[in-house]
């Protein structure tokens, strides 16, 4: 891997999104829509948004950015542009890890804003530091990166990248502990919680909401999330094909 191809692959995909407004409107404003328009659902119970709001935190950046980063990323598949590329001396791990950073920096904003909006102007009352939500938030926000990256190589249009939402998302979305606590679902679907990243990222929040320190289970829950992000990028570069099939 070569850190100026990278580095240029990333200025290139930044340069992209820079014109398209609608988009960086998606990644940076939508998160904190909802985050607001949650806080006012439950007005009269603030403590209920304190418990599901921690949550969604982690949750909106992995979604937003799974969608994002699969759509862009097919684009350029279907438009001949990564074949384009892959012929020239840029290798696959340049372009995956390009990619990468340039989400990852969205991403960054993105956490940012939507962590503050949440404990300065929403009130969100947590234990912990926001330090370790905003890490959270990023981490989440950079697996969502990592599977629309990967997912791209499954999808032949746009419409089918949004198709993969309720395959790769919903379940994980159901089965985190967002509507029920993981311990009381049935084993099956407890063991099935057990392996999906969203579940750690959800728990990695709850344990800034609860404990006032850095706990061991969320050093687990963190690092699970992060592997899990560096796992799904291996894969994406994997699927990565220097001619169109």
Known sequence: MNLARTLATARRVLRQLGHDRRTIALLLLVPCLLLGLLRYVFDADPRSFDGIGASLLGIFPLVTMFLVTSIATLRERTSGTLERLLSMPLGKGDLIVGYALAFGLLAVVQASLATALAVWALDLDIAGSPWLLLLVALLDALLGTA????????AASEFQAVQFMPAVIFPQLLLCGLFAPRDTMQPALEAVSDVLPMSYAV????????HSSVTGDFV???????????LVLALGAATLRRRTV
């Open 220 to 230: 687990r829950d963190a690092a699970v999330v992060a592997g899990s992000a560096l």
């Open 147 to 154: 599977l629309g990256l990967f997912v791209s190589a499954f």
């Open 203 to 210: 728990d990695g929040m709850n344990e800034v909401l609860r």
